[in-house]
């Protein structure tokens, strides 16, 4: 069995696969795009041109939700998925918030980090939006929790941390301190789930790649 991930170290979509192959121990073989296999190449087996992509013995998975499912779904433990369907149905509203509601916004403010040249309207209208995504996910959390759901990773988890590192780390970038007050739910969320070894691991990677990447 050979499972290969087409990675970003920054993409905070493949991201998520990383902290749930660390998890569950997986042996997969981690390829770097930039880098790794021309575009065209990789546009062969992966007609959305999207990282992350899993390939597992041939067979190709895009996106990172199914993707992380998938390799829950496929065996090893812990599983990262809880069994309960209304457990099932809050980690993917978590997931959903960040993916519609959270990311595009974060998105855009991503291509306004240069103040030069920078749309202070779009840059407020899309900070408004980031907090407005805050407010709900903070609903959806549990509180006062190690995780995002109860005492045990779940892929509620995986999905929600990286993008709120993008969260942590652009607020400051436009002035915004607040964008998580300080005593909020997500506040304390964050805080404790860093403090998971695997989460920390892929937070540190993604810290190091933006490091790089703003030339430090
Ligand atoms: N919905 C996709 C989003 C993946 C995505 O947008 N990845 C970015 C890297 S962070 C990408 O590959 N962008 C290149 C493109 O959109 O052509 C997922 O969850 O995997």
């Not at 306004?112 to 709900?136: C, F, M, T, Y």
């Amino acid at each position: 069995m050979t499972m290969i991930l087409y990675n970003a170290q920054l993409s905070p979509f493949a991201a998520r696969c990383r902290i749930a192959i660390y998890a569950k121990s997986l042996s997969v073989e981690m390829r770097n795009i930039p880098g790794a296999i021309s575009e065209e190449a990789f546009a062969e087996f992966a007609p959305m041109r999207k990282i992350p992509l899993l390939v597992h013995d041939g067979y190709s998975v895009p996106e990172s939700e199914v993707i992380c499912e998938y390799l829950d779904e496929i065996g090893t433990q812990p599983r990262l998925m809880p069994d309960n369907p209304r457990i099932r149905a809050q980690a993917r509203i978590i997931a959903r918030i960040g993916d519609l509601y959270l990311m595009p916004s974060l998105q855009v403010l991503f291509g306004q980090i240069n103040p030069v040249g920078r749309d202070s309207h779009l840059v407020a209208k899309n900070l408004q939006e980031v907090s407005r995504a805050l407010v709900w996910l903070g609903h959806y959390l549990d509180d006062d929790t190690p995780y995002a759901i109860g005492d045990t990773l779940s892929l509620a988890d995986c999905m929600i941390m990286p993008q709120l590192f993008f969260v942590m780390e652009l607020g400051p970038l436009f002035g915004e301190l607040a964008l998580v007050p300080k005593e909020s739910r997500v506040a304390r969320y964050y805080a404790h789930a860093l403090k998971d070894r695997y989460i920390a691991r892929v937070i540190a990677e993604m810290k190091e790649a933006l490091t790089k990447l703003q030339g430090h």
